[in-house]
């Protein structure tokens, strides 16, 4: 059977996991790294770089390496006007917005894709090393922050299917967690989780019995993160944004967890000084630890247990300040960085096998709604709703014989339309031709488990179903995302092309190498005349000569024809060498000195 | 939609059409209900089961959520016996209180506009909350004695009062709601 993985698709740093007879772990690569930070860069060849491969580009060549792209998925270009300064990348678009990398310009979803496609492939390389019969990866669960609204898991789910994955599930950052926390303790209690990553802050408030998993309550701020920490360091020394700058307080931030003092460009840091700095950063993330505390109806003293999770909570002042408002201490026994993936590898391990023992219901961050009259919104499905929730409404004509109703989708908890974000317009067509007022058109709102909304609506007198047409308001259409997924297939290729011809030249390379160094042997002429036919030392002479010919050129199958040829030519002359050396190991000779 | 009108809240979680009920045991067949409909167990299940178990789960929370909630579930019950629960006019059993209030908030809003001190503007404000607070409160006895009798003797009667004082205590809602505007305004 295929694979099906949990990924944590993060601001900062992505991880791909697996669960093998039932333990969840992280997927890590040769050197034993399980983070792919999320950076993809495009050269002026077009060759991509995903990881840190992409990391190390950002200091040689910053305008063409994307990173943080999280923080733009869902989003319009008006959205995020504001910050485009912290970036080296080119950001333009309009109600998506692209980012420019060279001459080409890339939705916030299909960079995201490149990330799941290098994760999918370090997944794909395990599972072939580990002997596995079919080692292919073509499902996941992929998490989200729970504050993500609809627009931005849409964008998220989009990404996943360019990148050729389907995503059977988007489940959300902080309860991914505690299900990774639950594994191993069997334990039943009220759990709060502060989750503050790289770009995103989310609070949850769970209640955890039986097995069941029940999220009482969720608040966040999709745009709050280390990235501002490491903006307002930048900001605080005033030497600018570049590369180098964010690379060195990003530096500093760390040894501020471990030390008192530190040095960015010479100048010292203290802790406090540090700490004073980012309190406003801090103190933002608690409104919505008591908006969620209020919302399921607790007190702090009730939450049993808090757990950490995000690179960001190894900040001593975020954990004193956590600390502070639940009266009790944090516990982080899981790596913070790794705790969200095990969580989402569980989700698909549970999907899978369909194994009840462990349920997770989890709820929509936010209120959906409909605009109404006087540019009023009315509320269809309140913030905090277990998913799946449903909701309905019903709708009338205003003139005699409309035959279509326009409807605008919002989500948010302001009562007016412009305070929220809107998510879509519909237009309810096929209406029975009747007097206005008389048709009774029910339209139902689905949101489904992973957080996403679904709409259909059917006219109650005459039963006719009624078609809907779905203008997203700040997302790609199901034809565009098709378009993206054919568009990677050729990205795809010619990567895969591009890692080919790299290896095929690695390999003549190695070739010549070895050959050249015989050549050069001392014992070499002697050799010659002994062993080798007439002609065998010019042809091979002559074949090296035409493979560091055709190496430079793109032609990887002329160049793997050449170096074949050069292996058969030398194949003798390897032997012979090969042979000496052995006799001289068995005569006692030093190999060494041959 | 027709088998939709068959089922109800209380029924499709095996409960009385009653409102004292016990919160643990309607939690713990929610939970059981859960495990028996959610989506997450029916991930390779046909497209009909599929539907199914998203329509079930989504009734499910939505009657999880109204019954869990005192209030929500006697206007259920209402709505489920064939009465609205939807206010048009002050109730004129509150007529004497929203017309104080009301003179009280004009008052108020005249002090403000004259530059009163917002300490001062507070203690009016909290002074004029404080009989419509305990309006509510007498209402929430209210609410309990008349979820008992109903309980017991299932009378369209007593259903008739707790009409009265949900659409009571939903006008006093507001009147709140609108001192806590003038409040943080």
Known sequence: ?594 | MEARSERNFFSFLGLPRKLNLDVADLEQRYRALSRQFHPDFFYNASPAERRASLENTSYLNDAYRTLKNPVARIEYLLKLEGMTTTATAAPPSLLEEVFALNEELDEIREARANGASADDIRVRLERARKPIEEKRDAHEQDLKALSAKWDAAGDRQVLESLRERILERNYINNLLAGIEKELTA
């Open chain 1, 1 to 594: 059977m295929s694979k099906v993985v949990g990924i944590d698709l993060g601001t900062t740093n992505s991880l791909v996991a697996y669960v093998k007879d039932g333990v969840p772990f992280v997927i890590r690569d040769k050197g034993g790294d399980a983070l792919v930070p999320s950076i993809v860069s495009i050269d002026e060849k077009g060759t991509v770089y995903v990881g840190r491969e992409a990391q190390r580009r950002l200091l040689t060549d910053a305008s063409r390496t994307a990173y943080s792209v999280k923080r733009f998925m869902g989003k319009g270009l008006d959205d995020v006007r504001g910050e485009a300064k912290h970036f080296p990348f080119a950001i333009g678009g309009d109600a998506v917005v692209t980012i420019g990398l060279g001459d080409k310009a890339f939705t916030p979803p299909e960079i995201s894709a490149f990330v799941l496609r290098e994760l999918k492939r370090r997944a794909e390389a395990y599972f072939a090393e580990q002997g596995e019969f079919d080692n292919e990866v073509d499902r996941a669960v992929i998490t989200v922050p729970a504050y993500f609204n609809d627009a931005q898991r849409t964008a998220t789910r989009d990404a996943g299917r360019i990148a050729g994955l389907e995503v059977l599930r988007i489940i959300n950052e902080p309860t991914a967690a505690s299900l990774a926390y639950g594994l191993d303790k069997k334990h039943s209690g009220v759990i709060a989780v502060y989750d503050l990553g790289g770009g995103t802050f989310d609070i949850s408030i769970l209640r955890v019995e039986d097995g069941v998993f029940q999220v009482l309550s969720t608040n966040g701020d999709t745009h709050l993160g280390g990235d501002d920490i490491d903006n307002l360091l930048m900001e605080h020394l005033g030497t600018g944004y570049g590369q180098d700058v964010r690379k060195a307080v990003i530096q500093a931030k760390w040894d501020l967890s471990e030390r008192e003092e530190t040095t960015i460009g010479g100048r010292t840091i203290t802790r406090a000084e540090f700490e004073s700095l980012i309190m406003p950063i801090v103190e933002r993330t608690l409104g919505p630890c008591r908006q969620a505390l209020a919302d399921a109806g607790l007190q702090p003293s009730d939450i049993e247990e808090v757990v950490l999770v995000g690179g960001s909570t190894r900040i001593p002042l975020v954990r004193r300040k956590v600390e502070e408002l639940f009266g009790r201490a944090p516990h982080s026994d899981l790596n913070p960085d790794e705790v969200v993936a095990l969580g989402a590898a569980v989700q698909a391990d549970i999907l899978i096998t369909g194994n009840r023992e462990m349920l997770l219901l989890d709820v929509t961050p936010l209120s959906l709604g409909i605009e109404t009259m006087g540019g009023v919104v009315s509320k269809i499905i309140m913030r905090n709703s277990t998913i799946p929730a449903s909701g309905s409404e019903m709708f009338t004509t205003g003139v005699d014989n409309q035959t279509a109703v326009d409807i605008h989708v919002l989500q948010g908890e302001r009562e007016l339309v412009e305070d929220n974000r809107s998510l879509a317009r519909f237009k309810l067509r096929g209406i029975p031709p009747m007097p206005a007022g008389l048709p009774r058109v029910h339209v139902q709102f689905q949101i489904d488990a992973n957080g996403i909304l679904s709409v259909t609506a059917r006219e109650l007198r005459t039963e006719v179903e009624q078609s809907i047409e779905v203008k997203p308001s700040y997302g790609l259409t199901d034809e565009q995302v098709e378009q993206m997924l054919l568009d990677s297939f050729e990205h795809a290729e010619a990567d895969f092309a591009a890692r080919m011809l790299i290896e095929a030249r690695n390999e003549a390379e190695t070739v010549i190498n070895a050959t050249e160094k015989s050549l050069r042997d001392p014992d070499f002429a002697a050799i010659e005349k002994a062993e080798l036919g007439d002609g065998e030392r010019q042809k091979i002479e002559s074949v090296i000569a035409g493979l560091k010919m055709v190496m430079g050129s793109t032609d990887r199958e002329t160049i793997q024809k050449w170096t074949k040829a050069l292996n058969d030519a030398t194949q003798h002359l390897a032997e012979v060498m090969m042979n000496r050396s052995v006799h001289a190991a068995l005569s006692g000779k030093n190999v060494d000195s041959l």
